[in-house]
């Protein structure tokens, strides 16, 4: 089975214990309207790739991420703590993202488009995205995050798009819906930290995914982000 596969399996479950949010299924490209509007607060109290992920379940354990987290966040305000030791993480990771878009744009010979520093969906204005890049290819735009990963553990990475980590699957699906794009891509770069390299880690090859939008799989992250929304957030009921 692939990833794509089980995250659909996961998302029908949750959204079978959560009834289904507002009933059956709508078209991806006309979502609910009735929970947007003036009221909605600033974009960093809404709902992110990266919440969704932990929404619905698919964030990786060393993020520390859940429902009740995203709750915490969004409703009371409590900002994630992170060790020192994670925050140093989190910045090399920042540095070495511009050299791995590099390698990108000479690999694909996108073009980068300027973008804002947090998209928020036109109709369900508590859906918001902070992409890595947005880049023209070939005059189709599309989304792309940029990783670095451990080559030691390159085989959690399939060949194909369906066989990246759920994860990734999740915030990609998620940033196309919120942008209204078509395309999306996952660069990753495999390496290993070493002292002489820049930012300190040796770059030994790259894999280039090409994800396209999935209607059936963007409507049901939908359906869980707007379930979370109306029945946790805007109530205060913690999950």
Known sequence: MS??????????????QGGGGHGAQRDAATPSSEHAGPETPPTARLISATRIAAIIGVAPKSWKASALTVWRELVLGVEPKRTAAERVRLERGNRREAIVRGLYLQESGATLV???????????AWATCSPDSIVDVDGERRVVDLKTWSRWQASKFGL???????????????????LGLEASELYVAFGEDADDAPHGFSIQWTRRYVVRRDAELEVMLVQAGERFWTQHVLTRRAP
Not at 116 to 121: A, D, F, L, P, Y
């Open 3 to 16: 990833q794509a596969e089980s995250l659909e399996g996961l998302l029908r479950a949750s959204l079978l």
């Open 114 to 124: 300027p973008q804002r520093e947090v998209h928020v969906h036109p109709v369900n």
């Open 160 to 178: 194909g798009p369906a066989d990246i980590p759920a994860v990734y699957l999740t915030q990609l699906a998620w940033s196309m819906y919120v």
